[in-house]
């Protein structure tokens, strides 16, 4: 049977729906010459209306008709388009029809042009179809067989009806006296003029069909010895379904029409064929493959592992539809001499090699997409896409692909997703359920080790690993057998970057054979996962990781509707954090062990904290299947009852930062980052400034800013970007380089004139003392609602520094008016009067509303400290301060004005905050001096 990538040769025949291609079609004998002739005297020929081809949609004509007698299938197809313009004359201007010349003949009846009233017959004047063998899926190694017969009409314009009536026969070799036909069933939205499918048969035949049942389709008529079935078309609009439904619910109508009467006949009927190819001589090639394996071991299941294993990777895959190659299957030392095969020829060889080792087998017929419809479906061949074997072992059923990869012992037992399958055996078997069952061992295993030796709030040291078994490990496979480096790095970097803010150093790739495992390692360095929350730095995961499950049966029709979950899969997640050396206090909160299910998804997990170790595992089973509509709430609540538990490493209260750290000790733990962050920008391609950046931005994180500003100047020269140059600006100010920084930003703005851009820079130029530029800048910005209060604010700091304060308080006092409940608009204003000192008396009011409306209140707190400041209310101001650190561990604002404080009031400790603070932000010295706030 057609496997899963010639499926698509086989619905271009048996499923037409789109213009000038039909259905099923072409007998045993005939041939590669096309015949020219009338319709045959069943059809019932339809007409064009006229009021639809003046006004009707562009199709104007859509006629499927079908005959079964005497062993032979005959396709009619009737279309009809109206050109209306170019680009339908382009479409269809050239004519392609398709058909297999070992099963039958391709008849062309007309191809008429109607202009004006008249018609114009194209084959009138000689003109003829020409004959193309083209094997479109040749690269997809599809040899199919098919010849297509294709012209160009010749004077078609636009404004012209083309009419184009053909008919296929099939007299298939595999089927006998059996005949099959299968027509998909349009519905709304489509539009047509007229549009219907006729099957029609002698009374005489036994004939069954079977639609699904939004068609609605009446029992046929017999009349005079002819019984016919019709349908109009389009059908109803499909009734909207809920996506994770089973896929039988989701399927489009198909009328079905045959000749089997049941299952069993349909196995009985196709298995002659595949039991006479599996039949090997004793002294066969074949036969001595299998003593070969039966010589390596005595348990049945690894002979049978070891034999899909030598079809899989000796046996190329090649579709050959030649000859009636569709259904009727290459012999088995064919297979093996030949070394290529389709999903038939693999299996009939697998089936074979099985038998000669004395283990039960059977060819089975499945179906790879949709396959849990097929008990509902009228029993004919074309319901199946692929053919596997099915061993019986000990009682077991193994469902073995020959056409797949990396079948091992290990993996062996794995059901594929296809729900039912038909064996073709000798009796006659009927449908058998792929019954699914837990899978023993893991499509994937992920490795994660993260070192934070150097601290927990400086970038990791990573390295990544991924274990992929079975198929997926083939791919692996691939990879390493092609040696692309570039492909290499792309694939383990997109792997990486999962992991966040990322710069790879290596990626590497291996394959054990044996095992059938592909491994990717990837080394890196990556940013800390450590995140400051309610006062401390934690790393938070979800119990559940990615587990949800969030089925929609709302509406009343969807309401007994089940739940289709995926599988079979098996993931483990193996997580490793090295915490710093001289790591004490930390502690973890959350579930220890975990073992949960909902919706055929079982949960596992095992944390452990030892000394300055973490460990985490964590797996999720999946399972094939369904979930009853009413054991959905049930399912819901186990997933909501997972996703309310969440993990924490916690760090201890007395945690060191990086800024805390004195120059030696920092350059010390920075080291091994260092060389890890010149390691992946060796590794990067020349395009790839992602490491480069990383390190510039680290190299400022820890207060080396000569260092940053030589990696952004590369990035300038190689890269320039207005955000690059912004980022530079910044350090040259960092530096004291106020020149330099003004002219980075003026480039960045010139290159991104937007008014975020803008309005930072005219704060630039003030601080500069460039007040008229700066106002420059600012007068006629255009701003969105959001942009108006960090306007008004930066406004007024210039027109302060100009030496106006008047007119700055009156404007950050105007926005506020303008905005009372907008926590940007009113910090703007606390932190103009506290930086100028005006406006004191009532500030503290205006402050306090500004930190009860913010989100994030600490910048609102530094604002209020700096006016408590002001207001000589020291112990006031230092308070707000604590709080706002407590909150923003690094701003370095709070530490400057907490150190001036400090140091006003005679504790030395405020040095401390000073250091930190210029560590962090050099320019706070200068800025803060204009306003007369300096150390003492």
Not at 149 to 177: C, N
Not at 460 to 472: D, I, K, N, R, V
Not at 535 to 549: I, Q, T
Not at 709 to 735: F, I, N, P
Request: net charge negative; proline share 5%.
């Amino acid at each position: 049977m057609n496997d899963k990538t010639s499926v698509r040769v086989m619905r271009k025949t048996l499923l037409a729906g789109s213009a000038f291609a039909a259905a099923l079609s072409s007998p045993a004998m005939a041939g590669e010459e096309i015949i020219y002739g009338a319709a045959p005297d069943w059809v019932e020929e339809a007409t064009l209306d006229a009021d639809v081809v003046k006004s009707g949609p562009a199709q104007l004509l859509a006629d499927w008709q079908y005959r079964l007698e005497d062993g032979v299938v005959t396709s009619y197809a009737d279309m009809a388009f109206r050109i209306d313009n170019p680009q339908t004359l382009m479409q269809q201007g050239t004519i392609s029809l398709g058909w297999l010349p070992d099963k039958g003949d391709l008849t062309v009846h007309r191809v008429q042009i109607l202009r004006g009233g008249e018609g114009i017959d194209v084959l009138g004047n000689g003109t003829e179809f020409d004959i193309l063998r083209r094997e479109q899926g040749l690269e997809q190694r599809l040899l199919d067989g098919q010849l297509t017969a294709t012209l160009a009409v010749p004077g078609l314009q636009v404004g012209d009806i083309l009419r184009v009536t053909h008919s296929v026969t099939i007299d298939d070799q595999a089927l006998g006296d059996e005949m099959q036909a299968l027509q998909f069933l349009p519905a709304k939205p489509w539009q047509v003029g007229f549009s219907r499918v006729i099957a029609s048969w002698p009374q005489d035949e036994e004939v069954f069909w079977r639609a699904e049942e939004h068609a609605g389709v009446a029992a046929p008529v017999t009349k005079d010895g002819e019984s016919r079935l019709e349908i109009t078309l389009p059908l109803a609009e499909m009734p909207e379904m809920p996506n994770d439904a089973p896929s039988r619910y989701l399927r489009n109508p198909v009328l079905r029409v045959g000749t089997y009467a049941d299952w069993q006949e349909l196995s009985r009927t196709m298995a002659p064929h595949f039991s006479k190819a599996a039949q090997v001589a004793a002294d066969s090639p074949v036969a001595e493959q299998a003593r070969a394996i039966m010589a390596k071991t005595k348990d049945p299941l690894e002979r049978a592992a070891l034999a899909t294993q030598l079809v899989q990777d000796e046996v190329s895959y090649l579709l050959n539809g030649l000859d009636g190659g569709n259904y009727l299957p290459q012999d088995a030392e064919e297979t093996w001499e030949k070394r290529y095969g389709d999903c038939k020829a693999k299996s009939v060889l697998l089936h074979a090699l099985l038998s000669q080792m004395g283990i039960t087998s059977q060819t089975v017929l499945v179906q790879t997409r949709g396959g849990d419809a097929i008990p509902e479906l009228l029993p004919v061949p074309g319901n199946f896409d692929h053919m596997i074997v099915r061993a019986i072992i000990d009682g077991q059923d193994y469902w073995l692909d020959g056409t797949s990869a990396a079948t091992r012992i290990a993996n062996i037992g794995w059901v594929p997703p296809f729900h039912y399958a038909l064996p073709l055996t000798t009796d006659g078997a009927g449908l058998v359920p792929m019954t699914q069952r837990e899978q023993s061992s893991p499509n994937l295993v992920m490795s994660v080790v993260s070192d934070y030796s150097a601290g927990i709030d400086l970038p990791a040291l990573f390295s990544f690993e991924m274990e992929f078994y079975g198929p997926q490990g083939a791919g692996i496979r691939q990879l390493v057998d092609q040696g692309d480096e570039d492909q290499l790095k792309k694939i383990g970097k997109s792997f990486a970057s999962q992991q966040g803010s990322v710069a790879v150093r290596s990626v590497a790739i291996d394959y054990d054979d044996e095992r059938a495992v592909g491994v990717m390692k990837v080394s890196g360095i990556a940013a800390s996962e450590f995140e400051w929350k309610d006062g401390r730095l934690v790393v938070d995961s979800e119990v559940g990781g990615d587990a949800s499950f969030d089925a929609n049966r709302a509406k009343p029709e969807w309401r007994n509707i089940p739940v289709a979950t995926n599988g079979p899969s098996r993931r483990r997640i193996l997580a490793e954090l090295i915490l710093p050396h001289e790591a004490k206090g930390f502690a973890f909160e959350g579930e220890e062990t975990l073992e949960t299910s909902f919706a055929n998804t079982v949960v596992s997990a095992n944390n452990s904290l030892s000394g300055n170790r973490f460990a985490g595992e964590y797996e999720v089973v999946q399972v094939l299947g369904e979930i009853a509509p009413d054991e959905l709430p049930e399912a819901k609540r186990a997933v909501r009852r997972l996703a309310s538990k969440t993990n924490r490493l916690i760090a201890p209260e007395d945690v060191t930062w990086r800024w805390e750290v004195d120059r030696k000790t920092l350059d010390r733990r920075a080291e091994p980052l260092l060389a890890a962050y010149g390691e992946a920008i060796a590794y990067a391609d020349k395009d790839d400034f992602g490491p480069l950046q990383e390190r510039a931005a680290f190299y400022g994180d820890i207060g080396r800013f000569e260092e940053s500003l030589a990696d952004l100047d590369t990035l300038v020269e190689k890269d320039t970007s207005a955000w690059v140059l912004q980022w530079r600006s910044g350090v040259h100010q960092a530096l004291g380089n106020t020149e330099a920084s003004l002219a980075d930003f003026q480039r960045a703005y010139d290159i991104d004139p937007n008014s975020g851009l803008a309005i930072t820079f005219a704060e630039r130029l003030g601080y500069a003392g460039k007040y008229e530029e700066a106002f420059e800048i600012l007068d006629g910005l255009p701003l969105t609602e959001e942009e108006e209060p960090f306007y008004a604010g930066t406004y007024a700091i210039v027109a302060g520094l100009s030496g106006d304060t008047a007119r700055g308080l009156e404007i950050t006092k105007e926005e506020v008016a303008d905005k009372p409940q907008n926590a940007s608009a009113l910090n703007g204003d606390c932190w103009y009067r506290g930086l100028f000192a005006v406006g004191l008396e009532d500030a503290l009011e205006v402050c306090t509303r500004a930190i009860e409306r913010a989100s994030n209140s600490a910048p609102m707190l530094d604002s209020r400290a700096m006016v408590y400041y002001r207001k000589g209310m020291l112990e006031e101001a230092k308070a707000d301060l604590d709080s706002a650190l407590t909150l923003t561990p690094g701003l370095a604002a709070s530490h400057y004005l907490r150190g001036v404080i400090l140091l006003e009031q005679g504790d030395k400790s405020g040095q401390e905050d000073i250091d930190i603070a210029l560590r962090l932000a050099p320019q706070l010295e200068a800025e803060y001096a204009q306003h007369g706030i300096s150390p003492k």
